[in-house]
């Protein structure tokens, strides 16, 4: 690879950038990571495929070595392929990250031939009943049969399923259900709470024991299946008493580019207020690693208020993910409230033990399903309250 520029001495080069082609999906997580607004950000707004090939290779310029395709559903792009191709020459490790929907034998040969390396396919569940209910699609199924084309294709899959309390107590299941389809990696990923996910807490999070009996089955099998599979499971920030040190800090590792052109230092920090976050369209990606105010305002340390400030284990995490210091205390610089040193950690602890109480209940708060009228809904309150 020729072509690529030293960075300055203090900020690292970006390794992994995130290409979130589009937010149109034909499922409706309940836990989607995608900003609440997304409908508002039209197709019509989607970056063009010479503008995607443009972003990556100036990406790899920079040095980013990782590339991953997502969404939203990124097969609903006609140009997948062409931008697959690129990102092969430009000598990427390419990841597509899909539901598997539009995922047909013909296009696995020909991102085949593009020179796809790596699929990552989701599974909501190991049940059709809950993945069906979860999605809000028929896809069960499908999704199965396409785990199996992915196999025949020759392709390494990581099966993902994002866990929660409806799912928690089916992780046996889901383990065995990756190993029947020879998956090489499974990423039981717990919730994150932002985006949709955080919108339907109250009825996602899972209670401690759930959390406890499933890393021991999770134990158990990690004991007795040797190679066949690798397991990722990490406790859920919520049960922890120190946070994670999030995207390996802001702006240090990961390059997220949004539908629009957006560049982001984590897939959800749009949602945080007081940044404006450069474009493709506007900037290079060197400008925006580098120089811009929404990519320096949380690298290092300076940035931190108290306990942060003074405590002796910043360097570890960071002060933890300013997406989750926002949504739990309405301030991105404060500490992650997850740390038991924060004085916003009770509310944390108040929010698992009201998922104890909510876990059993008879009648709980109807799931908010990711689709275009509520998000348009949630868009329109949300434009309304910040007007008032
Ligand atoms: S989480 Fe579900 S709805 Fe959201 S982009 Fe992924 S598959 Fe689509
Ligand atoms: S006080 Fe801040 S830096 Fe210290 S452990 Fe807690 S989150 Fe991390």
């Known amino acids: ?18 290409a979130e082609l589009t937010y149109r ?22 970056l063009d495929t010479d503008e995607w090939i443009d972003v990556l290779k100036q990406a790899r310029a920079l040095g980013a070595a990782q590339l991953g395709f997502s969404g939203g559903e990124p097969l609903v792009r006609d140009d997948l392929e062409t931008l697959v191709g690129e990102a092969r020459t430009l000598g990427f490790y390419t990841n597509l990250i899909t539901s598997g929907v539009g995922l047909s034998d013909e ?13 990552q396919l989701s599974f909501q569940d190991s049940t059709q009943a809950l993945n069906d209910f979860l999605s809000s699609t028929r896809t069960f199924e499908l999704k199965k049969r396409t785990a199996a084309s992915i196999k025949q294709h020759g392709f390494p899959m990581v099966m993902n399923c994002v866990l ?12 065995d259900m990756a190993l029947a389809m020879g998956a090489e990696y499974l990423e039981l990923a717990n919730t994150q709470y932002y985006g949709w996910a955080h919108a339907n807490r109250a009825q996602l999070l899972p209670t401690r024991e759930q959390v406890a009996v499933a890393q021991a089955v999770v134990e158990r099998y990690r004991d007795t299946i040797g190679d066949a599979c690798k397991i990722f499971f990490v406790v859920p920030d919520y049960f922890e008493r120190r946070p994670k040190r999030c995207m390996n800090g802001w702006g240090a590792v990961f390059l997220g580019i949004a539908p629009d052109g957006a560049a982001l230092p984590c897939h959800a920090a749009r949602g945080l207020p007081g940044l404006t976050f450069p474009s493709v369209k ?8 580098y120089d811009s105010a929404a990519f320096n305002r949380f690298r290092g340390f300076d940035w931190m208020k108290e306990p942060c400030r003074s405590c ?25 409230p997850v740390c038991d040193k924060s004085p916003r950690h009770g509310e944390v602890v108040d929010v698992v033990r009201l998922a104890a109480v909510a876990a059993g209940a008879v009648h709980e708060q109807p799931i908010l399903f990711r689709n275009d009228a509520n998000s348009q809904t949630l868009a329109t309150s949300h434009a309304k309250a910040t007007q008032k």
């Open 312 to 336: 002796d284990e910043k360097a570890r995490d960071l002060g933890g993910c300013r997406c989750q210091a926002y949504l739990l205390t309405g301030d991105p610089a404060d500490a992650d």
């Open 282 to 289: 506007t900037s290079t990606l060197r400008e925006i690693w």
């Open 1 to 18: 690879m020729s072509g690529i520029s030293m960075p300055p001495a203090t900020v690292s080069p970006p390794l992994w950038l995130l």
């Open 164 to 175: 929660h309390r409806y799912n928690l107590p089916h992780v046996a299941k889901i383990i």
């Open 25 to 46: 999906c034909p499922l409706h997580c309940v836990f989607c990571y995608n900003p609440l607004d997304y409908a508002e950000h039209r197709r019509e707004l989607e």
């Open 107 to 119: 296009r696995l040969d020909r991102l085949k031939a593009a020179g796809l390396d790596h699929i």
